[in-house]
């Protein structure tokens, strides 16, 4: 009965939002000084955003993102809310994204979350849990099962709204220069892996090392590190990776369905015509859901493109490798949740959607996976390789 109640407010304030792009759309627009649009009422100045990202300027998928969320905004708005891009480094460092946002040195930002570890812990749930759920299952859980209103509420203190900015899905578990036979194989491995993961890495071993996008090639060719994540075939073979890495494995256990934020500052937020703000709550929405779509394709072709142009050696990581990585995930999990109030908050929440939506995976995504693998030919990636 209560879903009953809710859901004709829930459509009116999505209606309303829409309502509001769609007329906007059919604002005549004229050529002029960019500080001007003009609506039927006559001239009208612009507002003006400034939007930095973690990523290099130009990088597909990622870095596309908050590019085509400023699009969606100036051009829904009818050129009232302009918003420019800038890659990390412009204005600030891409660690600085968030800092930049809080302090209104900039009014909106693309990243990811886990990037802020070292100030708000919890945040790692809003980018990936190791071993925990995937990109569909995190916006269930973000947008109907109370994990936005969580994360409005962990980023508030700082003057900051999230709203989910895309996701790559499944990522790959990375590049190594070594052969990963049993967990032995873990120890003293230098790795590039942030957030949570990192800290399951070192627990299991390794030695998690925190490198921006934009170092990850050199840091590979030069040893200053033996392997590196950074997210799968589209935006790796993007960077290079697969020219100083030998081998390519899978699956991302520590990103299975990474989530990534566009962040705008509160009172700039605030401070927007209510019609804009819906504007800017539709085109977040947007972008998150087109991003997974260029991913799920990219991702696609340029494994196909590593595989037979580059004889790419893509490999399974081992069972023990990855009971390794399990057990030291569950142990780095619980001391986040015993350390921080609002990481034990947010954590109930999140293995709670996670524990119901798993069950129900496991007749819907899961079974038929299982049922088209048993009816279809099989796929292999060596044979790809071969060809």
Same mark, same amino acid.
Do not use: C
């Given at each position: 009965?209560?879903?009953?109640?809710?859901?004709?407010?829930?459509?009116?304030?999505?209606?309303?939002?829409?309502?509001?792009?769609? @007329?906007?759309?059919?604002?005549?627009?004229?050529?002029?000084?960019?500080?001007?649009?003009?609506?039927? !009422?006559?001239?009208?100045?612009?507002?003006? *955003?400034?939007?930095?990202?973690?990523?290099?300027?130009?990088?597909?998928?990622?870095?596309?993102?908050?590019?085509?969320?400023?699009?969606?905004?100036?051009?829904?708005?009818?050129?009232?809310?302009?918003?420019?891009?800038?890659?990390?480094?412009?204005?600030?460092?891409?660690?600085?994204?968030?800092?930049?946002?809080?302090?209104?040195?900039?009014?909106?930002?693309?990243?990811?979350?886990?990037? *802020?570890?070292?100030?708000? %812990?919890?945040?790692?749930?809003?980018?990936?849990?190791?071993?925990? =759920?995937?990109?569909?299952?995190?916006?269930?859980?973000?947008?109907?099962?109370?994990?936005?209103?969580? *994360?409005?509420?962990?980023?508030?203190?700082?003057?900051?709204?999230?709203?989910?900015?895309?996701?790559?899905?499944?990522?790959?578990?990375? *590049?190594?220069?070594?052969?990963?036979?049993?967990?032995? &194989?873990?120890?003293?491995?230098?790795?590039?892996?942030?957030?949570?993961?990192?800290?399951?890495? &070192?627990?299991?071993?390794?030695?998690?090392?925190?490198?921006?996008?934009?170092?990850?090639?050199?840091?590979?060719?030069?040893?200053?590190?033996?392997?590196?994540?950074?997210?799968?075939?589209?935006?790796?073979?993007?960077?290079?990776?697969?020219?100083?890495?030998?081998?390519?494995?899978? %699956?991302?256990?520590?990103?299975?369905?990474?989530?990534?934020?566009?962040?705008?500052?509160?009172?700039?937020?605030?401070?927007?015509?209510? !019609?804009?703000?819906?504007?800017?709550?539709?085109?977040?929405?947007?972008?998150?859901?087109? =991003?997974? !779509?260029?991913?799920?394709?990219?991702?696609?072709?340029?494994?196909?493109?590593?595989?037979?142009?580059? &004889?790419?050696?893509?490999?399974?990581?081992?069972?023990?490798?990855?009971?390794?990585?399990?057990?030291?995930?569950?142990?780095?999990? !619980?001391?986040?949740?015993? @350390?921080?109030?609002?990481?034990?908050?947010?954590?109930?929440?999140?293995?709670?959607?996670?524990?119901?939506?798993?069950?129900?995976?496991?007749?819907?995504?899961?079974?038929?996976?299982?049922?088209?693998?048993?009816?279809?030919?099989?796929?292999?990636?060596?044979?790809?390789?071969?060809?």
């Amino acid at each position: 009965m209560r879903e009953k109640q809710v859901l004709p407010v829930v459509v009116v304030v999505l209606t309303a939002a829409l309502v509001a792009v769609i @007329a906007l759309w059919t604002l005549d627009r004229v050529e002029g000084p960019e500080s001007a649009t003009v609506s039927q !009422d006559g001239p009208v100045e612009a507002i003006e *955003w400034k939007l930095v990202t973690t990523w290099p300027k130009g990088l597909p998928g990622l870095g596309a993102a908050p590019e085509n969320f400023a699009r969606r905004v100036n051009e829904a708005s009818g050129g009232r809310l302009r918003i420019k891009v800038f890659g990390a480094g412009e204005i600030v460092p891409a660690f600085e994204v968030f800092d930049a946002v809080s302090r209104g040195v900039a009014e909106a930002g693309h990243g990811a979350a886990y990037y *802020w570890k070292g100030k708000i %812990p919890a945040s790692v749930f809003y980018t990936a849990v190791p071993f925990g =759920m995937t990109a569909q299952e995190a916006n269930g859980w973000l947008h109907y099962g109370g994990g936005l209103e969580l *994360w409005r509420e962990l980023y508030a203190p700082f003057g900051v709204v999230p709203f989910a900015g895309g996701s790559t899905g499944v990522q790959m578990a990375g *590049w190594f220069n070594i052969r990963l036979n049993n967990r032995a &194989d873990l120890e003293g491995l230098k790795m590039r892996i942030p957030g949570l993961a990192g800290e399951v890495f &070192d627990a299991a071993g390794g030695s998690a090392v925190r490198i921006a996008g934009g170092e990850v090639y050199t840091s590979m060719q030069t040893g200053v590190i033996d392997a590196v994540e950074w997210v799968g075939p589209y935006n790796d073979r993007t960077l290079g990776l697969m020219e100083v890495g030998d081998y390519y494995y899978y %699956p991302g256990w520590h990103e299975p369905g990474a989530m990534l934020e566009t962040i705008v500052n509160a009172e700039a937020l605030a401070a927007l015509p209510e !019609d804009l703000q819906a504007i800017v709550r539709v085109a977040a929405r947007a972008t998150n859901t087109d =991003m997974l !779509d260029d991913f799920t394709a990219n991702n696609s072709e340029s494994l196909q493109i590593l595989l037979t142009e580059f &004889d790419t050696e893509v490999l399974p990581l081992p069972d023990d490798v990855m009971d390794a990585l399990y057990e030291s995930s569950q142990v780095a999990i !619980d001391a986040l949740v015993n @350390a921080d109030p609002m990481a034990k908050k947010i954590a109930a929440s999140y293995f709670a959607f996670a524990t119901k939506v798993r069950t129900y995976h496991e007749i819907s995504e899961r079974a038929y996976l299982n049922g088209r693998n048993r009816l279809l030919p099989p796929v292999s990636l060596t044979e790809q390789s071969a060809e």
